[in-house]
């Protein structure tokens, strides 16, 4: 299966000091001694610091450090915990240590897990938030731990019993069990603002930080499906899923994906425009640095070691295309989000052949 050039109407950038935080990532980890020696060296190699410097180009460095060690840190948890150890097919067992983890983000201070890797540096990483962050968010970064906590375990369910879910029910955990929620309080602590609560959890703000969730993540299925149908392991990525469910061969079922995730950037970009023309200052803020987001995730997805896998190539293309595969302004037929298309109304009088500059990158 080979992976094409895909959509990609944001710009790229990257922090200038990528390199030196790719290096101290790797260096806390191997501190706190996260995972086995094999996963850290291996994790060493996959540019983690790099992908954090593309999400915060312009951010506060020890914040894109911060962000960086907990990027290494949740694919401890997701690799480590959930798909390469046993508690990824005991989802009672992973609830019961999701939740001691939960503790430590709340209460770092408390006596427990002392002597646990995860644990001591999810301390480390407590403290740190509670420095840059604001009180705001740092409880709403505990809330989304527990979200994206809350997914992997049923995506663990899913695992015991060997199942595929619906297209429905795979997007709706898919949402949450790429950590993709957890990334985004960071976005404001990297610039140093804050999103109030009541426009953060607005139905447009929302939906704005959920499309994002889908594209990085459909591009990380998209990028990632080599790694992971080749890994032996029982895996769980929207090209299996979309092959279950309308019984499509892994080709059409990457084409079928391609075009959801491009007709999903295509309502991003017009609702960004509007909230940049509606929003509050910190809004705009907000949704600039999500497309920076979903950008960061398809320059290092085409270049980390962890997807190219260059001792059994992975066939992606390194390239990005200038048009989307699918422009219809018509919902996604995924009940769960086709709400999302109901913020946008002028949408489809809006057809996108506009040049890309226009649509106020
Ligand atoms: C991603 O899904 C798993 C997350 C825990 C990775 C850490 C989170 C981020 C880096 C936020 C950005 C999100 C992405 C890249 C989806 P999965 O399919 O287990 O990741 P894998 O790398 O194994 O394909
Ligand atoms: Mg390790
Ligand atoms: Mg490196
Ligand atoms: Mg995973
Ligand atoms: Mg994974
Ligand atoms: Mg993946």
């Excluded at 191997?30 to 020696?37: F, L, R």
């Excluded at 506060?60 to 840190?73: A, K, M």
């Excluded at 890797?117 to 840059?132: F, G, N």
């Excluded at 990005?320 to 109304?345: C, G, K, N, R, Y």
């Amino acid at each position: 299966m080979a992976v094409p050039p895909i959509y990609a109407p944001i710009p790229p950038a990257v922090h200038p000091n990528h390199a030196a935080i790719d290096a101290r990532t790797a260096a806390w980890a191997e501190a706190y001694d996260i995972g086995s020696p094999e996963w850290r060296s291996r994790l060493a190699t996959q540019d983690i610091g790099v992908f954090a410097a593309r999400i915060l180009p312009e951010g506060r460095e020890e914040v894109v450090s911060l962000l960086s060690d907990f990027v290494i840190w949740l694919f401890g948890v997701d690799d480590g915990y959930c798909e390469e150890g046993s508690l990824g097919v005991r989802p009672g067992e992973l609830a019961a240590a999701l939740h001691r983890l939960l503790r430590i983000a709340q209460n770092p201070e408390a006596p427990m897990l002392t002597d646990d890797p995860l644990a001591e540096s999810l301390r480390d990483l407590t403290l740190r938030v509670a420095r840059w962050g604001t009180a705001l968010q740092a409880g709403r970064w505990v809330d989304t731990l527990r979200e994206y906590f809350f997914a992997v375990v049923w995506e663990a369910e899913h695992r015991a019993a060997g199942r595929i879910p619906d297209l429905n029910d795979y997007t709706l955990m898919r949402l949450y069990d790429g950590a993709t929620s957890v990334v985004q309080p960071f976005l404001e602590m990297g610039y140093g603002f804050e999103l109030q609560p009541h426009e953060r959890d607005s139905k447009a703000v929302r939906a704005a930080a959920e499309m994002t969730s889908f594209i990085t993540t459909w591009d990380n299925d998209i990028y990632s499906h080599h790694k992971e149908s080749r890994g032996g392991n029982y895996y769980l990525n929207v090209i299996r899923v979309l092959q279950h469910e309308y019984g499509l061969s892994p080709d059409r079922a990457l084409t079928r994906a391609i075009a959801q995730r491009d007709r999903v950037m295509c309502l991003f970009l017009s609702l960004r425009a509007k909230l940049e023309d509606e929003g509050s200052p910190q809004a705009r803020q907000y949704v600039g640095a999500l497309s920076s987001f979903i950008r960061a995730t398809q320059d290092w997805s085409v270049s980390s070691l962890r997807y190219t896998t260059p001792d059994d190539p992975a066939a992606l293309s390194p390239s990005f295309s200038e048009a989307p595969t699918d422009d219809s302004t018509d919902p996604l037929d995924i009940p769960s989000v086709s709400w999302w298309w109901d913020l946008v109304p002028g949408s489809r009088t809006e057809p996108l052949d506009r040049p890309l500059a226009a649509l106020g990158t």
